[in-house]
């Protein structure tokens, strides 16, 4: 006890000499430079506080830097507000801040080797492409993107070492998917010209002759697709939290998040989040085998979200079954939307005939997918697409070797999921095996989503990712409890 009060001394006199020396230099600033305008005065003061606040707790930091990644905060103050991105400015921060207690109080931090190791080995072959891609600019850029992403998943492997901040790692993302949620309903029971809420609530709409042909909300992102696949992570991690939670305010906190994500995927009208999200859901039921009441509390929730969707979405659902084999549907009788991502997969899978060792290059289907296209005799397109698949971008651009490198990192992510299912219910700590699972369902959603989806936003998958990264070492902190390391979340008054 007198160690800890020493320590906290420490850290208090520390807190309050940065918190001295950062006021004098920005007294000295305004001396001898401009008086700044009122905006720059208020920013610079909230992010003092905020720099402060996760100097002392950088535990609340990562949980407010999930926050931001999963609302795509960067993109929307960069594309809408003229703003800096805000995840470029923080990550550095947050490494700066673990570097510093690491020095100044020893602080634990995760093991990040394999990490290192992991994503090194990603990122070198990326840079192969260096070697034999036509536009090696492309390649430097993907590259930079890949470094970032890195970045983020060392944060959270450094930051999250116990279940604790794991659980409120998963509060941060239900919160923001509620709040997507929310925004997204509001956008479109309000009409196509309702507010986009500076970014958060966007949506494409099309109007013809003054009829709308179009409105399809894609939440942050421009891709209502996309905006699917993200919130399809948000209902296995509320399913698990509404019946886990023992606080009745969390438990409703989670229902909400998993009525408003659900209506939220039907607003987006995309099929491939549908079909995702119910292999998600059916994984779940064989794997997990819930009581009775869970399965009719689920049905009851499916059902009343399932009257409240668009006539038009349910209309779009059953197109997929005409497309199913046996139904006597073909390319030539499917809608515009299937025939061009069917012609857009097709060139991809001739890239790769074509190129299978090592592909055409990293971020290099666009530049060859009008040359295959026309070569193929495909449907006309107006501009360069994308592959409408993960899968099929892997190994069009990268080849074959680029699809082993990305199915070892998929089974080390298995692997840490495994491992700590297994650690943790050896240990008797139950309450963290639910949260395992439900993380590894959410894994299940987005890779299943990614057969109809190209990488289009990268970082919603490095984010999984990481948190897939993070397993052992919170295995190893709940464990070896006694340690010299803040992660102490407690929402409704229990660690």
């Keep these: 006890m007198t160690s800890d009060r020493i320590r906290h001394s420490r850290e208090t006199h520390v807190v309050g000499l940065t918190v001295l020396v950062l006021v004098i230099g920005s007294l000295i600033g305004v001396l001898v430079g401009a008086p700044p305008s009122p905006l720059i005065t208020i920013l610079a003061v909230a992010g003092l506080a905020v720099f402060l606040l996760i100097l002392y707790r950088p535990d609340v930091g990562v949980v407010a830097l999930v926050f931001m990644v999963y609302l795509n905060l960067s993109d929307v103050a960069t594309e809408f507000h003229n703003a800096p991105s805000l995840v470029q400015i923080y990550v550095p921060a947050l490494l700066a801040i673990v570097l510093i207690r690491r020095t100044l109080f020893g602080d634990r931090v995760g093991s990040a080797k394999q990490v290192v190791i992991a994503l090194g080995a990603y990122g070198l072959f990326m840079s192969v492409s260096l070697l034999h891609a036509s536009l090696p600019d492309i390649v430097s850029s993907a590259l930079v993107i890949f470094l970032k992403n890195a970045a983020l998943v060392c944060v959270l492997v450094l930051l999250i070492t116990r279940g604790a901040t794991l659980r409120a790692v998963v509060w941060a993302l239900l919160v923001a998917g509620t709040l997507l949620s929310a925004l997204a309903c509001y956008r479109y029971f309000g009409g196509p010209f309702a507010t986009d809420f500076g970014g958060l609530a966007r949506a494409t709409v099309n109007i013809d002759e003054g009829q ?86 689920l049905a009851v929730v499916v059902v009343g979200t399932f009257f409240v969707m668009p006539k038009e979405y349910t209309e779009r659902i059953y197109t997929i079954g005409a497309m199913l084999p046996g139904r006597g549907a073909t390319v030539e009788s499917a809608d515009l939307a299937v025939q061009g991502r069917l012609a857009e997969m097709s060139v991809a899978w001739q890239m790769f005939l074509d190129h299978p060792f090592v592909g055409v290059g990293v971020g290099h289907y666009e530049v060859y997918f009008q040359q295959y296209s026309m070569r193929m005799a495909l449907m006309p397109r107006g501009q360069a697409r994308k592959a409408h698949s993960l899968y099929l971008e892997i190994a069009a651009e990268r080849g074959l070797l680029g699809l082993l490198m990305f199915a070892a990192l998929v089974a080390v992510v298995v692997h840490n999921v495994r491992f700590s299912i297994k650690q943790l219910r050896e240990a008797g700590l139950e309450q963290y095996v639910t949260m395992v699972q439900a993380i590894s369902y959410a894994l299940i959603g987005y890779f299943s989503a990614a057969v109809f989806l190209h990488m289009a936003y990268p970082r919603y998958l490095w984010l999984l990712v990481g948190m897939a990264f993070v397993l052992p070492n919170v295995v190893r902190g709940e464990l070896a409890p006694n340690d010299n390391q803040r992660g102490d979340f407690a929402l409704d008054g229990r660690a």
């Design 212 to 297: 709308i042909t179009e409105f399809r909300i894609t939440g942050p992102v421009s891709d209502s697709n996309v905006f699917a696949q993200i919130m399809i992570i948000i209902v296995p991690l509320a399913i698990d939290r509404l019946f886990h939670e023992k606080s009745l305010g969390l438990r409703c906190a989670a229902a909400t998040a998993l009525v408003l994500s659900t209506l939220a995927i039907s607003l987006t009208f995309s099929r491939g989040g549908f079909v995702a999200l119910v292999l998600m859901l059916l994984v779940m039921l064989v794997h997990r085998r819930p009581p009775l009441r869970h399965l009719l509390l």
